[in-house]
Structure formats: structure tokens, C-alpha cells
């Protein structure tokens, strides 16, 4: 095949010492997907942050069509045919689908181009939606659509601006099942006219099933390059790791015992007067993992900050241990044995301007074994910020290391390690493993099935349906704010199923308060 790609010996420095890549070497031939894969903090981004012109490399060279080239900026990277769809979809949520698509690149009529031409933009909109096959309604306002009608607005708007190269950052994070098997067809289709993707993930499966090649970084080095027909997940994994790693998360069986928590028809209204939570009922027990799936925005925040305290519920019981927690403070339900987990680390996981230090202890500074009479013992506390430091693998020079400087993985591990250190009696893990690379999520897995099995309650939200599936007892579903479901987490119970109940396509009520 053609190489279409090449970047050779690529280093980049920060300037504050970090090194991020260290001669890394990729080749990317023509009309294939080629998957990135490695630990974070292996140097994927960076990369391909290179490629794209939003970063200069320190060092190497990168050969794009047989050509030496150098991006001064994303602009001259989609003058050469590159596109790049972020995690993070980048979409104005008051337009219309064709409007974001053509937004800053509008077809223009009249003098001097002065006024913008619509009727021409829906037509070119409507021909690239149907060339490509990826279904949506250009003229719908993009807040009304779904997460995986989004995902494809952003796709044709690379394919809008004439991109042959195209870089995909995780896109699969928050897609249901069905949503991931409509893009990998848009994907496939798309390679079969003579397109090229690169595709970054930490999900090995979706590797093994959309990618032609594959090449595996760590620490800022290429590892390896492997053909995809002729490798498997646990050489890939053994490659980012260094070591073998369990895929399947082992659990005993276990009876849950009396219950820690219990929703009674709980209902919570916005602003606007929408309820984003609709009379939601449930229990969770004594050693046993409830999860909690749906596409992200059906509630699962709004969720957990009323059983948290940090917004109020319109109407509904908590129960906690049979006592109604709705209207107790922050502090007084962290106070109660609650440990939670919350799914964005850096604005309300951690204080990125403490040390890792400070953001251990702040639970338990005040409890006696750690004073001195009315003083703090520090040398204890030390000894056991210390301690959970090396339990949970946080990589950092010291406990004084400041937070806001550590990875994504690292600061999770922090969170974790605060958290689960508490001896929680109910645990609360939402998205516990995003952005965490496949060591990290086995070393995380393996902490929560602890906890479940020394009978803490837990309650995991995830839009890793695999996730869900891998380290949950039971299932409940959260659409459009209700519990459409909860189910038994059997051998039988599908994926493909649970992904009916996240798209609205089917409700089943009954039992979701036992």
C-alpha cells in the first residue's frame, strides 16, 4: 500500500521539562484505519496534536504525500486534507446542524459576497449527508439531537472542509452500542472511498473489530507496529502495559445483605421547570454494585449530586440507612461513611492548586488518631497520604507534588484513593475509569469489587456500558431522566439489550424500586 503518512523521530519538550514524545516513529498507509493505542501519558495526543498543527514538535520530521511539511496551525493542517474530531465535541448548541457544519466556511452570494446563501448550504449539506451515509437532519438545532447525531455532525464537518486524513479522538466514549456499529459502518464506507483514519482509543475491542494496523506507544516511544489480523487483545495490552492485564473483572458470588440506600420516587426540576430526574425509585444493598447506564445527559449527574447534596431534589425520600438524607449538607453526608467518586475530577474530584498531600487527607484530618491533642499530628498523616500514594500507584515525585500537575490517570488515582480509603458504607463511582488507560482500569475495577465484597453498597455510573456489565449485580437504565429498567445482571442480559432501554426503544418499569 501507499504510505500517506510518515512521522519520524518526533520529540516534544515543554517547556517546564516534560518530555512527551521521544523519537516517536508512525507510518499510516493509504485507505486504512490505523489505530493509536497506549497508556495516558503515552504520548497519543501530543502527537496528533503535532500532526494537526496545534503543537510544533521539538524534534523529527513528518512527510505527508511524500512531502516535508510543517503546520503553523490547525488552518494549514485542513488546507492539506487533515481533519481531527475531538473527545470533546466542539458544536453550537443553539444552531442547526447544516449552520455548524458550514460555520465559519458559509457559501456566500451577492456583492462582495456579502450575504450568506442557504438555500446552497442545505443543498451541499443534504448531498455530503447523503454521500456519506451518515444520517442526520441538517436542519435540526443540534441540542435537540442525539450523541450519536452529533458525533457525525462532526465527522462531515471535517468532510466538509475537504479532509482525506481524518483523526478520531475516542470517539466512541459516550455511544451505545448500536451508535458505535452505525459509525464504524460510516467508518468502513468511508475508507471505501479512499479516505484515511486514524483512530485513537482505550478500548482494545473496538481496535481488534474497525482498524487495519495498529501502533502502540508508551512513555513517549513507539513500541510497536502490528497488523490487526495478526494480533490479539492480550498482546496489545502486554505491549502498553508491560505486563499481562485481566480483561474480565473476577467476582464472587455474593448475597446482598440489608439496604444502604433507597430512592422513593425521587423527581428533580431545572430551572426551566423540566424534570430532569422523573419519580425515580430504587435500592441498593449491602455487597452488591447497582450501575446505572444510559447515553450521558438522561440524568446520571443530576442523579448522584441529589443523593451528594449538591443540588435539591423537587420531590421524593432518600434513605440512607433508613434515615431521609434530602436537605443535609455537603459536609454532613460526607460525614456519614458516603464515599463518592465524582465524574469530573478536576473541577470537583480535586483542588488542582493543593498537593496530593492535602487532597488525601482532607476527609480525615480531623478524626482522632491523626491529633495531638487539639493539634495536628502531620508525621501521621504524612505516613498515611504516603501510604495510599504507593497502594494506588500514584506516579509523582512526592506527596507534596501539586495536583493540577499530575495526568488524568494520576489524579483519578488520587480521587480513588481519598475516596475508597474512607471505608464507605455506601460508595458512589461515577465514570470511575474515564480517560484512565487499561492498567489503571484493572487496578480500579478490582478496588470497587473489593469494597463490594467487605459489604459496601455501591452505586456505579458509567457510560462504559462494558463497564457496567463487567462489575454490576443489577442494571437500572436512565432515559430522559427515568429508570426505564433494571435488570439482572445475568449471563443471558446483552449489550444490544440494555442499548434498546438507553435509546428509549424499550421501557420495563416493573421492579425498579426493589
Same mark, same amino acid.
Given at each position: 500500500?501507499?504510505?500517506?503518512?510518515?512521522?519520524?523521530?518526533?520529540?516534544?519538550?515543554?517547556?517546564?521539562?516534560?518530555?512527551?514524545?521521544?523519537?516517536?516513529?508512525?507510518?499510516?498507509?493509504?485507505?486504512?484505519?490505523?489505530?493509536?493505542?497506549?497508556?495516558?501519558?503515552?504520548?497519543?495526543?501530543?502527537?496528533?496534536?503535532?500532526?494537526?498543527?496545534?503543537?510544533?514538535?521539538?524534534?523529527?520530521?513528518?512527510?505527508?504525500?511524500?512531502?516535508?511539511?510543517?503546520?503553523?496551525?490547525?488552518?494549514?493542517?485542513?488546507?492539506?486534507?487533515?481533519?481531527?474530531?475531538?473527545?470533546?465535541?466542539?458544536?453550537?448548541?443553539?444552531?442547526?446542524?447544516?449552520?455548524?457544519?458550514?460555520?465559519?466556511?458559509?457559501?456566500?452570494?451577492?456583492?462582495?459576497?456579502?450575504?450568506?446563501?442557504?438555500?446552497?448550504?442545505?443543498?451541499?449539506?443534504?448531498?455530503?449527508?447523503?454521500?456519506?451515509?451518515?444520517?442526520?437532519?441538517?436542519?435540526?438545532?443540534?441540542?435537540?439531537?442525539?450523541?450519536?447525531?452529533?458525533?457525525?455532525?462532526?465527522?462531515?464537518?471535517?468532510?466538509?472542509?475537504?479532509? @482525506?486524513?481524518?483523526?478520531?479522538?475516542?470517539?466512541?466514549?459516550?455511544?451505545?452500542?448500536?451508535?458505535?456499529? /452505525?459509525?464504524?459502518?460510516?467508518?468502513?464506507?468511508?475508507?471505501?472511498?479512499?479516505?484515511?483514519?486514524?483512530?485513537?482509543?482505550?478500548?482494545?475491542?473496538?481496535?481488534?473489530?474497525?482498524?487495519?494496523?495498529?501502533?502502540?506507544?508508551?512513555?513517549?516511544?513507539?513500541?510497536?507496529?502490528?497488523?490487526?489480523?495478526?494480533?490479539?487483545? /492480550?498482546?496489545?495490552?502486554?505491549?502498553?502495559?508491560?505486563?499481562?492485564?485481566?480483561?474480565?473483572?473476577?467476582? /464472587?458470588?455474593?448475597?446482598?445483605?440489608?439496604?444502604?440506600?433507597?430512592?422513593?420516587?425521587?423527581?428533580?426540576?431545572?430551572?426551566?421547570?423540566?424534570?430532569?430526574?422523573?419519580?425515580?425509585?430504587?435500592?441498593?444493598? /449491602?455487597?452488591?454494585?447497582?450501575?446505572?447506564?444510559?447515553?450521558?445527559?438522561?440524568?446520571?449527574?443530576?442523579?448522584?449530586?441529589?443523593?451528594?447534596?449538591?443540588?435539591?431534589?423537587?420531590?421524593?425520600?432518600?434513605?440512607?440507612?433508613?434515615?431521609?438524607?434530602?436537605?443535609?449538607?455537603?459536609?454532613?453526608?460526607?460525614?456519614?461513611?458516603?464515599?463518592?467518586?465524582?465524574?469530573?475530577?478536576?473541577?470537583?474530584?480535586?483542588?488542582?492548586?493543593?498537593?496530593?498531600?492535602?487532597?488525601?487527607?482532607?476527609?480525615?484530618?480531623?478524626?482522632?488518631?491523626?491529633?495531638?491533642?487539639?493539634?495536628?499530628?502531620?508525621?501521621?498523616?504524612?505516613?498515611?497520604?504516603?501510604?495510599?500514594?504507593?497502594?494506588?500507584?500514584?506516579?509523582?515525585?512526592?506527596?507534596?507534588?501539586?495536583?493540577?500537575?499530575?495526568?488524568?490517570?494520576?489524579?483519578?488515582?488520587?480521587?480513588?484513593?481519598?475516596?475508597?480509603?474512607?471505608?464507605?458504607?455506601?460508595?458512589?463511582?461515577?465514570?470511575?475509569?474515564?480517560?484512565?488507560?487499561?492498567?489503571?482500569?484493572?487496578?480500579?475495577? @478490582?478496588?470497587?469489587?473489593?469494597?463490594?465484597?467487605?459489604?459496601?453498597?455501591?452505586?456505579?455510573?458509567?457510560?462504559?456500558?462494558?463497564?457496567?456489565?463487567?462489575?454490576?449485580?443489577?442494571?437500572?437504565?436512565?432515559?430522559?431522566?427515568?429508570?426505564?429498567?433494571?435488570?439482572?445482571?445475568?449471563?443471558?442480559?446483552?449489550?444490544?439489550?440494555?442499548?434498546?432501554?438507553?435509546?428509549?426503544?424499550?421501557?420495563?418499569?416493573?421492579?425498579?424500586?426493589?
Amino acid at each position: 500500500m501507499t504510505i500517506l503518512l510518515q512521522m519520524k523521530d518526533i520529540h516534544k519538550t515543554y517547556p517546564n521539562g516534560t518530555v512527551a514524545n521521544r523519537g516517536v516513529n508512525l507510518d499510516v498507509n493509504e485507505g486504512e484505519i490505523h489505530a493509536l493505542v497506549g497508556e495516558n501519558g503515552a504520548g497519543k495526543s501530543t502527537l496528533m496534536k503535532i500532526l494537526f498543527g496545534l503543537e510544533a514538535p521539538s524534534n523529527g520530521e513528518i512527510i505527508y504525500k511524500g512531502k516535508p511539511i510543517s503546520f503553523k496551525g490547525p488552518r494549514d493542517a485542513i488546507s492539506q486534507g487533515l481533519g481531527m474530531v475531538h473527545q470533546h465535541f466542539m458544536l453550537a448548541p443553539s444552531l442547526t446542524v447544516s449552520e455548524n457544519i458550514v460555520l465559519g466556511d458559509e457559501p456566500r452570494k451577492g456583492l462582495l459576497n456579502m450575504f450568506r446563501d442557504r438555500s446552497k448550504e442545505l443543498e451541499e449539506i443534504t448531498s455530503l449527508i447523503k454521500r456519506f451515509n451518515l444520517k442526520v437532519d441538517p436542519e435540526n438545532v443540534v441540542d435537540h439531537i442525539s450523541v450519536g447525531q452529533k458525533q457525525r455532525v462532526e465527522i462531515l464537518k471535517v468532510l466538509y472542509r475537504g479532509a @482525506k486524513l481524518i483523526i478520531l479522538d475516542e470517539p466512541t466514549a459516550v455511544l451505545t452500542p448500536q451508535e458505535t456499529d /452505525e459509525l464504524f459502518d460510516s467508518l468502513k464506507s468511508l475508507v471505501k472511498q479512499g479516505y484515511t483514519i486514524i483512530f485513537i482509543t482505550h478500548k482494545l475491542r473496538e481496535v481488534m473489530e474497525i482498524s487495519d494496523r495498529i501502533t502502540v506507544l508508551k512513555a513517549g516511544q513507539t513500541i510497536q507496529t502490528l497488523t490487526t489480523k495478526d494480533t490479539n487483545e /492480550e498482546e496489545i495490552s502486554r505491549l502498553m502495559v508491560g505486563r499481562d492485564v485481566l480483561f474480565r473483572v473476577e467476582k /464472587e458470588e455474593k448475597k446482598p445483605l440489608n439496604t444502604v440506600l433507597q430512592l422513593k420516587d425521587v423527581t428533580v426540576t431545572d430551572e426551566k421547570g423540566f424534570k430532569v430526574l422523573n419519580e425515580v425509585s430504587f435500592q441498593i444493598r /449491602e455487597g452488591e454494585i447497582f450501575g446505572i447506564a444510559g447515553v450521558e445527559g438522561n440524568g446520571q449527574r443530576e442523579l448522584v449530586e441529589v443523593i451528594t447534596g449538591l443540588c435539591e431534589a423537587t420531590s421524593g425520600q432518600i434513605l440512607y440507612v433508613n434515615e431521609d438524607i434530602l436537605g443535609k449538607s455537603i459536609g454532613e453526608i460526607r460525614n456519614l461513611k458516603i464515599g463518592h467518586i465524582p465524574e469530573d475530577r478536576q473541577s470537583t474530584g480535586a483542588c488542582l492548586t493543593s498537593s496530593i498531600y492535602e487532597n488525601l487527607i482532607m476527609d480525615v484530618y480531623h478524626n482522632r488518631e491523626f491529633r495531638s491533642g487539639p493539634f495536628l499530628n502531620r508525621k501521621k498523616l504524612r505516613k498515611f497520604s504516603e501510604e495510599l500514594m504507593k497502594k494506588y500507584d500514584v506516579r509523582a515525585e512526592s506527596v507534596d507534588t501539586l495536583a493540577g500537575s499530575l495526568s488524568g490517570g494520576n489524579l483519578q488515582k488520587v480521587v480513588i484513593a481519598r475516596e475508597i480509603s474512607k471505608n464507605p458504607k455506601l460508595l458512589i463511582a461515577s465514570q470511575p475509569t474515564r480517560g484512565v488507560d487499561i492498567g489503571a482500569i484493572e487496578f480500579i475495577h @478490582k478496588e470497587i469489587v473489593k469494597k463490594r465484597d467487605e459489604n459496601t453498597a455501591v452505586l456505579l455510573i458509567s457510560a462504559e456500558l462494558s463497564e457496567i456489565m463487567s462489575l454490576s449485580d443489577r442494571i437500572g437504565v436512565l432515559y430522559e431522566g427515568e429508570l426505564v429498567a433494571v435488570l439482572e445482571n445475568t449471563d443471558e442480559l446483552t449489550e444490544q439489550e440494555i442499548g434498546y432501554y438507553m435509546l428509549g426503544i424499550k421501557k420495563d418499569k416493573k421492579g425498579a424500586a426493589m
